[in-house]
T-cell receptor
Framework: GAVVSQHPSRVICKSGTSVKIECRSL??????MFWYRQFPKQSLMLMAT?????????EQGVEKDKFLINHASLTLSTLTVTSAHPEDSSFYIC????????????FGDGTRLSIL | DQQVKQNSPSLSVQEGRISILNCDYT??????FLWYKKYPAEGPTFLIS?????DKNEDGRFTVFLNKSAKHLSLHIVPSQPGDSAVYFC????????????FGTGTRLQVTL
């Protein structure tokens, strides 16, 4: 089945640091990828839609200058949390689906971000 | 506004019995529905999906039922196995191709011996 790889799986860093998370579709091309955030014991909340070759589409309430998304190729999207603060600590997950009708999104294993 | 709801936060089922997980939605524009299984500190794993033109889809031990008039879907797992213990999320999208998903709040399934 479709495989999505996310790296790193865990990051611990100091407040003020910028952190980059990579999401790769390993065996298919994805024009669109998605970035989610999950707080403890809560559902996955969509942050933004990453579009290859164009600007990302952010959900209401998500700061685009805080969460920079780059979808440079059909197999790679990156999320950079800029000047991270403790309140940015969360579980970030990406997903991608094949560019065909009604294809399920497949998820990476997530990145646990802890800001000290 | 929670457009996809899973009203049971947890469910306990004995091994070998049927597990039934329920999901309700409010957005009539949703036309594609999915179930995911999730373990802690991992990404969701896709289980099964159904489009709005169907009312049932089956894959091995997993069957999803869709009742469009009631805006309700359910996931049946039979027979339940201890390895099925996880959090199950239902999700919905409005259009077919690479559309964003709206997730429910999740149901924690515990399959006991």
């Amino acid at each position: 089945g479709a495989v999505v790889s996310q790296h790193p799986s865990r990051v611990i860093c100091k407040s003020g640091t910028s952190v980059k998370i990579e999401c790769r579709s390993l065996d298919f091309q994805a024009t669109t990828m998605f970035w989610y955030r999950q707080f403890p014991k809560q559902s996955l909340m969509l942050m933004a839609t990453s579009n290859e070759g164009s600007k990302a589409t952010y959900e209401q309430g998500v700061e685009k200058d805080k969460f920079l998304i780059n979808h440079a190729s059909l197999t790679l999207s990156t999320l950079t949390v800029t000047s991270a603060h403790p309140e940015d600590s969360s579980f970030y997950i990406c997903s991608a689906s094949q560019d065909r009708f009604n294809q399920p999104q497949h998820f990476g294993d997530g990145t646990r971000l802890s800001i000290l | 506004d929670q457009q996809v709801k899973q009203n049971s936060p947890s469910l306990s089922v004995q091994e070998g019995r049927i597990s039934i997980l329920n999901c309700d939605y409010t957005n009539s524009m949703f036309d594609y529905f999915l179930w995911y299984k999730k373990y802690p500190a991992e990404g969701p794993t896709f289980l099964i999906s159904i489009s709005s033109i169907k009312d049932k889809n089956e894959d091995g031990r997993f069957t999803v039922f869709l009742n469009k008039s009631a805006k309700h879907l359910s996931l049946h797992i039979v027979p339940s196995q201890p390895g099925d213990s996880a959090v199950y999320f239902c999700a919905a999208s409005e259009a077919g191709t690479a559309s964003k998903l709206t997730f429910g709040t999740g149901t924690r399934l515990q399959v006991t011996l």
